[in-house]
């Protein structure tokens, strides 16, 4: 099996974080890794770890962290696992609010689809256009 390069173009980088090469120059361009200088002939090359720090990038957001909170926790650099922990805390607590009125949600479309059927067999009008269309 062939080594993997110590030092990688952008093209590789992209590659190996599983990025597009325009999300590595977003994360240059706001900071979140660091652009190497451009030698005068060749290309930029970038150092292994930059290959981690994007996929660390893409893991957290998957998470359902923004760049903003990435950049916080990439500036903790397993030092403070107290604030780690109580950024993910935080985290959790938006997205069990978010379930929370998905499922809300939910239930008023189960509804209006439930009223809807109905509507169809009873009569001309359609009961989610009816709601949908109502002031409150």
């Known amino acids: 099996m062939a080594e993997t390069p110590r030092k990688l173009t952008i093209g590789r980088l992209a590659g190996q974080a599983?990025?597009?090469v325009e999300t590595v120059r977003?994360?240059?361009r706001i900071g979140l890794i660091d652009e190497p200088l451009k030698p005068a002939q060749g290309y930029r090359v970038y150092p292994q770890e930059t290959a981690s720090r994007i996929?660390?990038?893409?893991?957290?957001q998957d998470l359902g962290f923004t760049l903003r909170e990435v950049t916080d926790l990439l500036a903790l650099n397993d030092g403070d696992c107290a604030e780690a922990r109580s950024?993910?805390?935080q985290k959790r607590a938006v997205i069990e609010d978010r379930i929370r009125d998905l499922r809300r949600i939910q239930s008023a479309l189960d509804d209006m689809v439930s009223a809807c059927r109905k509507s169809e067999a009873e009569c001309a009008r359609?009961?989610?256009?009816?709601?949908l269309n109502s002031p409150d």
Do not use: D, P, S
Request: charged fraction near 25%; charge should be positive.
């Open 26 to 28: 977003y994360y240059q």
């Open 18 to 20: 599983g990025v597009n």
């Open 55 to 60: 996929r660390f990038i893409k893991r957290a």
């Open 87 to 89: 950024m993910a805390e």
């Open 126 to 131: 359609c009961a989610l256009i009816e709601t």
